[in-house]
């Protein structure tokens, strides 16, 4: 016992050594500052950012020509674009000779009702009314519809390849073992990435902006199949096959109806997915609430922007509220004796509200006024609240100022320093050290390569300063996640109080967190870092929160008979326990604020989110913007699968 206690004392423990490793690195970084530090200035271009300039060209150039585009990925544009357009023919525009669209706006939110009440229940049917009803009164319905139109196109494309392969998956451990680093991979991205390859390979329109939305979203529908697949009791597969059924039999009656609560979640999170997305390819020419924030963004026009993603939060809350509340009933399966009378009826109002739709231009068209008296309150939400932003924005300007130059002088600007103005090799050597003491060999051999396709991607120096703001950010973001999470999992009552606020937050797309900041700080790197600590504190709060409420009660009640207080509880034995859900925690919100870091380049976050967007805007830098893609990706597969080991190894030590 003698010598295991000397040995422990002479073993510096792991904490101790990532601490060494830091300084020794601080230390080196003052001695070599300025030296190999791959600079590149932002308007020049590597012989790889040419490069792909050149495929650009070609695929330009034989768009036409090549049997690759002709037969396959011209087919495959012409075909979604064909069926986005029917949905907006049938919903969102003029269409077909005739001023309005087939079924106006009494027929769509009849037809959403009939959906609620037949699918979910009659409160959600009410949800779904005022929602609709009140995306309309802003004056954004056509734009509001758009967005709904290139959403289901997407989210119906999702389903028919993302269910058959989700339960291909399910049935063969084979198949789940390929599709899973696929998806991992995929959902790994961030929503800016996916951007420039569709563009290259569809064109700018609706049709790239469909199936770029429609790739972000197919992960949830896939892993929401086979994790419903798999869930069902081998008992109950068992008994089907004692009865003679075949595979087929199995699957339709058995296997699929056991995990339709878990598919109808997966259609939640598909749906979600999709219409952050679909707001997001704004930047690809996608129609609808998306283009009108983005063009508020590059005015400043707050009042405008906040109207419009007022009316994307509202829409997400309602499609939220309605396939949740369906993914309840299909587990409680509680048939109500009025439900077929209410069916009926509400199928028999619907039918004569689509009948008014087509027929009547005050049932198509959204009114704005109802007689004589203006009913459209969206342009009095973007004057009040641009006055208000440009009020606030006055008065608070010294606290606003003094707080967004403090940070930037006291975080941002030293650490992005140290990271950028470091030797390459330096910082390299730092990655892999740590990669190495918080994960592993492997982890550490995925870093080296990341690292080597950072320093090939010749945006290094981008990639630092992205790297920098996503530590600051993250960091800022535990913090708030281990406060707020203790109080919740602590207190019953901030529980019920907090949960449905972070709820909604979760909904709400990445442009619509841009909107606050802007308006309190300007453009600015710390606008966009303080728009990621609020995309990405929800998912780590109640991450925090779900572990601390996971430690034992017993152990806390050992705490309190040993006369611990409520402070030594917490960081003594809840915080202690629960440290593989506070690293998960950490690996999400490092996935969530490099996302919105990213999507931060429209409000002078600079670095690789801005390399991204003047892809879009400039063709010459068209395969800068590309390689920022993908440096983009190496930064987050490296800090996730870092973080990932280091919640492995927490779990098994």
């Known amino acids: 016992m003698l010598t295991a206690s000397r040995a422990a004392i002479a073993k510096p423990g792991r904490g101790r050594i990532i601490a060494a490793v830091l300084v020794v690195f601080v230390v080196l970084a003052a001695v070599f500052r300025g030296q190999n530090t791959l600079s590149l200035v932002p308007s020049d271009t590597t012989a790889l950012h040419r490069w792909f300039n050149d495929v650009n060209h070609w695929v330009t150039t034989n768009r036409n020509d090549s049997p690759l585009f002709l037969y396959f990925f011209n087919e495959i544009r012409a075909f979604v674009d064909g069926l986005t357009t029917l949905i907006q023919n049938l919903i969102a525009q003029p269409s077909y000779g005739r001023p309005v669209p087939v079924i106006g706006w009494l027929g769509v939110v009849s037809i959403i009702t009939l959906i609620a009440v037949a699918f979910a229940n009659l409160r959600v049917a009410l949800l779904v009314i ?47 073992a390929v599709v899973t680093p696929v998806l991992d991979f995929l959902q790994t991205m961030p929503t800016f990435v996916y951007l420039s390859p569709f563009a290259l390979l569809f064109l700018i329109g609706p049709a790239s902006a469909t199936l770029v939305t429609l790739v972000y979203a197919l992960p949830p529908a896939v892993r929401y199949t086979a994790h419903g697949i798999r869930s069902v009791p081998r008992a109950s597969v068992e008994a089907s096959e004692s009865l003679g059924a075949n595979g087929f039999q199995r699957l339709t009656g058995v296997l699929l109806p056991m995990s339709t609560r878990t598919i109808v979640l997966g259609l939640n999170q598909t749906i979600m997915a999709a219409l952050s997305m ?104 973007a004057r009040i609240s641009g006055n208000f932003a440009d009020w606030f924005t006055t008065q608070a300007s010294d606290v606003t100022g003094w707080m967004k130059d403090t940070t930037s002088l006291l975080l941002i600007d030293p650490l992005q320093t140290l990271l950028v103005e470091s030797p390459w090799w330096l910082v390299a050597a730092l990655l892999l050290a740590l990669a190495y003491l918080l994960g592993n060999l492997r982890v550490t051999v995925l870093t080296a390569f990341c690292v080597a396709g950072l320093v090939f ?55 619509v967190y841009l909107v606050p900041f802007l308006a309190l700080f300007a453009a600015s790197r710390f606008t966009a870092i303080l728009a990621a600590v609020l995309y990405a504190a929800p998912v780590v709060i109640k991450v925090v929160a779900d572990g601390i409420s996971g430690v034992s009660a017993t152990t806390v009640e050992a705490a309190i008979a040993s006369g611990s207080s409520s402070t030594q509880i917490i960081w003594k034995v809840q915080i202690p326990m629960a440290r593989q ?41 068209f395969g800068k913007g590309l390689t920022a893609g993908f440096a983009i990706v190496i930064l987050g597969i490296m800090l996730n699968r870092i973080t990932q080991a280091a919640a492995e190894r927490r779990r098994t030590a």
């Open 457 to 511: 991607s010749g945006l290094w120096q981008d990639s630092m300063t992205t790297l920098a703001a996503t530590l600051i950010a993250t960091a800022a973001t535990m913090v708030i996640g281990i406060v707020v999470g203790v109080w919740m999992a602590r207190s019953r009552r901030a529980d019920m109080v907090i949960r449905p606020v972070l709820d909604a937050l979760q909904v709400m797309p990445p442009f």
């Open 130 to 176: 005022a929602g609709f009803g009140f995306i309309g009164l802003q004056g954004l319905w056509e734009e509001s519809m758009d967005t709904l139109a290139l959403t289901l196109s997407a989210v119906l494309l999702a389903l028919v390849i993302g269910i058959p392969l989700g339960i291909w998956a399910g049935l063969s451990d084979r198949v789940n």
């Open 278 to 381: 679909a707001t997001v390819a704004s930047l690809i020419d996608a129609p609808g609430l998306g283009k009108t924030i983005l063009k508020a963004l590059q005015t400043l026009d707050v009042g405008t922007s906040f109207n419009a993603g007022l009316a994307i939060v509202v829409m997400a809350i309602v499609l939220d509220r309605l396939t949740t509340a369906a993914s309840r009933r299909a587990r409680t399966h509680r048939p109500s004796k009025l439900r077929l009378p209410l069916l009926g009826v509400a199928g028999v109002l619907t039918l004569f509200a689509i009948y008014l739709s087509r027929t009547f231009i005050w049932a198509a068209e959204f009114p704005d006024t109802v007689g004589s008296t203006d009913i459209n309150f969206g342009n009095d939400i």
């Open 581 to 621: 859900a506070l690293v998960l925690a950490a690996n999400q919100g490092i996935c969530y604020v490099l996302a919105m870091i990213v999507v931060g380049g429209l409000v002078g976050a600079g670095a690789l989110g801005y390399d991204v967007v003047a892809g879009f805007s400039q063709g010459e830098l």
